[in-house]
């Protein structure tokens, strides 16, 4: 009977323990931190709820001095690039294309000037391109260089971009 009793005791305390650990941490995992969505869960965080906890002013967009609040410092770091457009706020779209590891929608020709002009005098010359390792426009330079004076300007570039998503928008109509 001794025998009995004891092997009785010893599954009925395994079957309890496997109940309590099959349970998981009190909160149900969350942590204390309630039932969010996106990083919360471990997933990817969503746009629309970092936008919302970030845009302080409600202007439905993110600056520089809302992405200086995240606490990741990731939006800060990477703002410019982020910024696909230059327009020197973060838009949901930008957001989400960012954390979706898209490429940007469209290439702003005037963030590009700024990013490749070394010697800051408005236009882009070979070298500058060539140093910057800008494969797309070192192959087409010549193209873009509608005036043939050797520099790309602001409206070269911005003719040669327009005309690069040209294509793509006819193909989804």
Do not use: W
């Not at 599954?11 to 496997?18: A, G, K, R, T, V």
């Not at 309630?34 to 629309?48: E, L, N, T, V, W």
């Not at 609040?69 to 957001?95: H, P, Q």
């Not at 391109?129 to 070269?156: Q, R, Y």
């Amino acid at each position: 009977m001794k025998h009995n009793l004891k092997t009785v005791l010893t599954l009925f305390s395994m079957l309890l323990c496997f109940s309590v650990f099959a349970q998981g941490p009190p909160g149900g995992g969350q942590g204390g931190r309630g039932g969010g969505k996106g990083q919360d869960r471990g997933g990817k965080p969503d746009a629309s709820e970092i936008l919302s906890k970030l845009d302080t002013n409600k202007d439905k967009v993110i600056d520089k001095d809302e992405a200086a609040n995240d606490k990741r410092g990731k939006i800060a770091e990477d703002f410019d690039v982020i910024d696909t457009n230059g327009d020197e706020v973060i838009d949901l779209d930008e957001l989400k294309a960012s954390l979706d590891g898209k490429k940007p929608k469209k290439i702003s020709a005037k963030k590009l000037l700024k990013e490749v002009d070394d010697n800051g005098d408005g236009t882009l010359n070979e070298l500058e391109v060539a140093v910057k390792k800008k494969l797309e426009l070192m192959d087409h330079f010549s193209e873009i260089d509608t005036n043939s004076d050797g520099e790309l300007d602001l409206e070269e570039l911005k003719t040669f971009y327009d005309n690069q998503e040209q294509p793509k928008r006819k193909n989804k109509d």
